[in-house]
């Protein structure tokens, strides 16, 4: 949970969402997920308004708030994929531009490459319900890690919800030189090859250890 919390935080610094739009959650372990309450800003959540709910079925085994709307299609992708660890659920301006004209985020940079060759929008569906959580569920893999959501937003996951925030990030960065481009030209997509030799080659980016 402490992750979950700096996380949270860090949301709330960056101003990464609207109001008090927006959710985060963990997986606890194979049987439960924390999840941000409903309707609480931001910066007021503490370790006792999180709600811990059970990844098989989605009910209540922790906490005195109500769970956040969404905590359907969380509960959804902890159920369908165990390699998901965190997830992050945000309605970020310019992902949320792109959602409401149905337009996928597109590899027009290589950075989204962690993220996915392409971001698909998933149609419209009322927040809440498990239409929604159906819709999200169906295209997100470990390979497409994000997802617009029609009218509405953003949804990331990770193996963390570090992760799972620094691809919503990263789509959000994406989104915003796509859209900026496109307002002079129609910008270039980087192509499957292309893609491939950056994967290839973040395989090697950063610091490793020295033997």
């Known amino acids: 949970?402490?992750?979950?919390?700096?996380?949270?935080?860090?949301?709330?610094?960056?101003?990464?969402?609207?109001?008090?739009?927006?959710?985060?959650s963990a997986r606890r372990d194979r049987e439960a997920f924390f999840i941000t309450p409903s309707g609480v800003p931001w910066p007021d959540i503490s370790a006792d308004d999180m709600v811990t709910l059970a990844t098989d079925g989605g009910a209540v085994l922790h906490g005195h708030r109500r769970p956040s709307t969404e905590w359907r299609f969380h509960q959804y992708l902890y159920r369908a994929h165990d390699w998901i660890g965190g997830i992050v659920h945000l309605h970020s301006p310019y992902a949320t531009v792109?959602?409401?004209?149905?337009?996928?985020?597109?590899?027009?940079?290589?950075?989204?490459?962690?993220?996915?060759?392409?971001?698909?929008?998933?149609?419209?569906?009322?927040?809440?319900?498990?239409?929604?959580?159906?819709?999200?569920?169906?295209?997100?893999?470990?390979?497409?890690?994000?997802?617009?959501?029609?009218?509405?937003?953003?949804?990331?996951?990770?193996?963390?919800?570090?992760?799972?925030?620094?691809?919503a990030m990263e789509v959000e960065w994406t989104a915003m030189i796509q859209?900026?481009?496109?307002?002079?030209?129609?910008?270039?997509?980087?192509?499957?090859?292309?893609?491939?030799a950056v994967r290839e080659s973040f395989r090697h980016y950063g610091q490793h250890p020295t033997t």
């Open 98 to 167: 792109l959602a409401t004209i149905n337009r996928p985020v597109q590899a027009i940079h290589y950075q989204m490459v962690r993220v996915g060759d392409l971001v698909p929008v998933v149609p419209y569906r009322t927040f809440g319900t498990p239409e929604l959580a159906e819709a999200i569920e169906a295209v997100i893999r470990p390979n497409c890690r994000a997802a617009l959501l029609e009218n509405h937003g953003l949804a990331a996951v990770g193996e963390t919800v570090s992760e799972a925030y620094q691809a």
């Open 179 to 196: 859209y900026r481009a496109s307002l002079l030209a129609q910008p270039r997509v980087l192509s499957s090859d292309e893609l491939r």
């Open 1 to 24: 949970m402490d992750e979950l919390l700096r996380v949270i935080r860090q949301i709330d610094r960056e101003g990464a969402t609207f109001g008090t739009s927006g959710n985060a």
